[in-house]
Nanobody, 115 residues
Framework: QVQLVESGGGLVQPGGSLRLSCAAS????????MGWYRQAPGKQRELVAS???????NYADSVKGRFTISRDNAKNTVYLQMNSLKPEDTAVYYC?????????WGQGTQVTVSS
């Protein structure tokens, strides 16, 4: 069974930064696309950023220029560097891995941006 464990969330002031990590279990990590999603209360879960096995990146318009997704295949880990955080970024952030058999999700980590 695939396990994805997010960490790095917390409370930060507007304009601050956080780095989220997602550690993945299992083999063949390098061939799978990875993504970060977020869900705020009362809202649908939305894609924040994704990265392919080849390193191609996509971002939601709302985070372009502020967030950076990266991966370290040697550590089976994907990161989300979040800079210039805004209150609107407050949400539970989830890590996702896509496989042929289906998608796998982490448990989520809370990010709260507030003064």
């Amino acid at each position: 069974q695939v396990q994805l464990v997010e960490s790095g969330g917390g409370l930060v002031q507007p304009g601050g930064s956080l780095r989220l990590s997602c550690a993945a279990s299992g083999s063949m990590f390098s061939i799978y696309a990875m993504g970060w999603y977020r869900q705020a209360p009362g809202k649908q879960r939305e894609l924040v950023a994704s990265i392919s096995s080849g390193g191609s990146r996509n971002y939601a318009d709302s985070v372009k220029g502020r967030f950076t997704i990266s991966r370290d295949n040697a550590k089976n880990t994907v990161y989300l560097q979040m800079n210039s955080l805004k209150p609107e970024d407050t949400a539970v952030y989830y890590c996702k891995q896509d496989r042929v058999v289906g998608s796998y999700w982490g448990q989520g980590t809370q990010v709260t941006v507030s003064s």
